[in-house]
């Protein structure tokens, strides 16, 4: 059970990550069509839904690390590392917001 769980927090945190790369992903893309002057836009809307999804995985992450578990917090520490890694060096987003820097990457 608990190596089900372990693997549950990790796949938990590539989604998280997964869901923060695409929304990054979806701005750079964003930026070149924002002309605009409409306040809510399906573009928008879709990106409120994500960062909803990403919130609410995020908070269910950090309610499985307060169970103090050992297990469980590696494993939630790992997943999000690996995960990092992975979308942040070999699935760069071009254009992406300064606060997302890859440049430890290149």
């Known amino acids: 059970g608990m190596i089900l769980s372990c693997i549950v927090v990790v796949l938990l945190c590539f989604v998280m990550e997964a869901t923060r790369w695409s929304r990054l992903k979806r701005e750079a893309a964003n930026k070149l069509n924002s002309a605009s002057g409409i306040p809510v836009t399906p573009h928008r809307l879709v990106d409120a839904c994500m960062h909803a999804v990403q919130l609410t995985i995020s908070?269910?992450?950090?309610?499985?690390?307060?169970?103090?578990?050992?297990?469980?917090?590696?494993?939630?520490?790992v997943g999000e590392v690996v995960a990092r890694l992975l979308f942040t060096c070999f699935l760069p987003v071009e254009g992406a917001p300064a606060s997302a820097d890859t440049s430890c990457c290149t």
């Open 59 to 77: 908070y269910f992450l950090m309610l499985v690390f307060m169970t103090f578990n050992v297990w469980l917090c590696v494993a939630t520490v």
